[in-house]
Nanobody, 130 residues
């Protein structure tokens, strides 16, 4: 069973960039669809990006499309989230999650919902001061 650990969070000024990492152990991260989620205080958990296990196809929520990039390094057993042009509304705890489900063009929206995932990391805080 896969265990996930996020890192790379911190304080970043608006307009700046940050790269979050999701490290996997116990199993190959290549065998899972991976999603990045975020949760701000008092708000629901929001799916923002996901990547398929078959061909690393990527999909994004409208809130981050064009600014964030999800990628996978199979050799390092890692998934990343590159965050560019960050905004104060990006402030949240960011979590990665793993699913054995098959992420396809026709079902990617469900992979931006938490119930699709069985394995979660503990999260890393990203703060963008206003």
């Amino acid at each position: 069973e896969v265990q996930l650990v996020e890192s790379g969070g911190g304080l970043v000024q608006a307009g700046g960039s940050l790269r979050l990492s999701c490290s996997a152990s116990g199993s190959r991260i290549a065998d899972y669809a991976i999603g990045w989620f975020r949760q701000a205080p008092g708000k629901e958990r929001e799916g923002i990006a996901c990547i398929s296990s078959s061909d690393d196809s990527t999909y994004y929520a409208d809130s981050v499309k064009g600014r964030f990039t999800i990628s996978r390094d199979r050799a390092k057993n890692m998934v990343y989230l590159r965050m560019n042009n960050v905004k104060p509304e990006d402030t949240a705890v960011y979590l990665c999650a793993a699913s054995r489900g098959e992420l396809l063009d026709g079902n990617w929206r469900q992979f931006l919902t938490p119930h699709e995932y069985d394995h979660w990391g503990q999260g890393t805080q990203v703060t963008v001061p206003s």
